[in-house]
């Protein structure tokens, strides 16, 4: 089943605690993104890659670190947790690069807590 | 910049219709729609693409115009699986790399029997 991927689902730390966020696709696909959801605030994107180690910045991207090591793989990195953090987060990936051509395939979302 | 959804919230009967509408602050390349049901992940629509292209998806319709930097979207005889939170993420001109959107804050509907 063509899907992506996160892990954990569910994440509950505390401030300064490192932590990663794996997310994985399996369609091959070249973009992937990153993403918090706040209510109200809408979907905001934190980093982006457009192929393996090729990523950029979003629009929060503050707090966060990425790395695309493999094309399949792109784990969220939160090095120093704060509690200013804890939102719902989205990964999500696209097939080819075209502007605005294609579209997102979102995870499942990992809500995470930082006390 | 975010663009601005409006309304924030809209509850309809069903078979009622409904507008959803995206303003951007910056010239337009592309608006997408995605629409995220409660704890589930937002989920493709539609994509608009300047120049007029249009991609559909199911009974739900929208309108790109360009100058305006705006987008609709119309659900037409809304149906009880039309709830949830309706997003529009606009890419924008200058930003031409890859599919970097930005998203709306969201727009609720709520179809009641």
């Known amino acids: 089943e063509a899907q992506v991927t996160q892990n954990p689902r569910y994440l509950i730390t505390v401030t300064g605690k490192k932590l990663t966020v794996t997310c994985s696709q399996n369609?091959?696909?070249?973009?992937m993104s990153w993403y918090r959801q706040d209510p109200g605030l809408g979907l905001r994107q934190i980093y982006y890659s457009m192929n393996v180690e090729v990523t950029d910045k979003g629009d929060v991207p503050e707090g966060y670190k990425v790395s695309r090591k493999e094309k399949r793989n792109f784990p969220l990195i939160l090095e120093s947790p704060s509690p200013n953090q804890t939102s719902l987060y989205f990964c999500a990936s696209s097939p080819h690069l075209g502007q605005g051509y294609n579209e997102q395939f979102f995870g499942p979302g990992t809500r995470l807590t930082v006390l | 910049q975010q663009p601005v959804q409006s309304p924030q919230a809209v509850i309809l009967r069903e078979g009622e219709d409904a507008v959803i509408n995206c303003s951007s602050s910056?010239?337009?390349?592309?608006v997408h729609w995605y629409r995220q049901k409660h704890g589930e992940a937002p989920v493709f629509l539609m994509i608009l693409l300047k120049g007029g292209e249009q991609k559909g998806h199911e009974k739900i319709s929208a309108s790109f115009n360009e100058k305006k930097q705006q987008s609709s979207l119309y659900l037409t005889a809304s149906q009880l699986s039309y709830s949830g939170t309706y997003f529009c993420g606009t890419g924008d001109m200058i930003k031409a790399a890859g599919n970097k959107l930005t998203f709306g804050g969201g727009t609720r509907v709520l179809v009641k029997p």
């Open positions: 369609m091959n696909h070249e973009y």
């Open positions: 910056k010239a337009l390349y592309s």
